[in-house]
Nanobody
Framework: QVQLRESGPGLVKPSQTLSLTCTVS??????????WSWIRQPPGKGLEWIGY???????YYSPSLKSRTSIFRDTSKNQFTLQLSSVTPEGEDVYYC???????????????WGQGTQVTVSS
């Protein structure tokens, strides 16, 4: 059974760097042809893809967030971490980690999601 779980602070100042960790169980994050994404959702709005880290550790970020985003992993803990600086001054976005499968090998799409963790940005 594949499970993803987000963890991190529920409150952060806009000057701080947000750090969230996704702990994966049931599958190794090094399993080939899967990418591991971070996605966020402002209240009442749609999902915004932030970036991903691939099976071999390659990363790619949303162009709008690239300069403020870092994703890295700890394979010994089967975790990957999002670091996002200069977060919105006021907000309470929900952050998700999710698994994406290669369209050819794994069928494409996001098949597993964490339950999400709400992060409030307040000064």
């Amino acid at each position: 059974q594949v499970q993803l779980r987000e963890s991190g602070p529920g409150l952060v100042k806009p000057s701080q760097t947000l750090s969230l960790t996704c702990t994966v169980s049931g599958v190794s994050i090094t399993t080939t042809f899967y990418d591991w994404s971070w996605i966020r959702q402002p209240p009442g709005k749609g999902l915004e893809w932030i970036g991903y880290i691939g099976d071999i550790g390659s990363t790619y970020y949303s162009p709008s967030l690239k300069s403020r985003t870092s994703i890295f992993r700890d394979t010994s803990k089967n975790q990957f971490t999002l670091q996002l600086s200069s977060v919105t001054p006021e907000g309470e976005d929900v952050y998700y980690c999710a698994r994406w499968g290669d369209p050819v090998v794994r069928g494409g799409g996001y098949d597993y999601w964490g339950q999400g963790t709400q992060v409030t940005v307040s000064s």
